[in-house]
């Protein structure tokens, strides 16, 4: 599936999410091309494979071009062995609040403490509320990109 994807990015305050949490998936994704004018990412969500195309963002760091495909669980494993760098390791909830969805990633590995909100919006300017536990905007910030933790995770910033 083929579309502009427009989303922001937070950081989390607090672990109130989730208890308002209505999914709690295990992901495991790590990317066979990490330059910054495309990234191929390979995930497995929960027992789903996917590829996923990502080309640049544009200069506010909230849309670009996305291409994603589902594939089966074996080859995903397989192309994840294949993988650059670190494998990313999180648990993803989402919280649907105030007519949006609001995916958190609460990271693990060799990224963990790293806890990360992110929001699709139909447009860049959208508004929308934001729940008491979402704290700084990180919204084109590059070290919060996954594609970057896989090269430089969260416990090596400090």
Known sequence: MEHLEIERKFLVKSEAYKNEAITKTRIVQGFLNTDPKRTVRVRIHGEKGSVTVKGESNESGTTRFEWETGIGL?????????CEGFILEKIRYEIPFEGHLFE????L?????LIVAEIELKHEDEVFKKPDWLGDEVTGEVQYY???????????WQ
């Open 104 to 107: 958190v990633d609460e990271f």
């Open 109 to 113: 590995a060799e990224n963990k403490g």
């Open 146 to 156: 996954n594609a970057q933790l896989t090269k430089k995770p969260y416990k090596q």
């Open 74 to 82: 074996h080859e995903a494993t397989n192309l994840i062995d294949l």
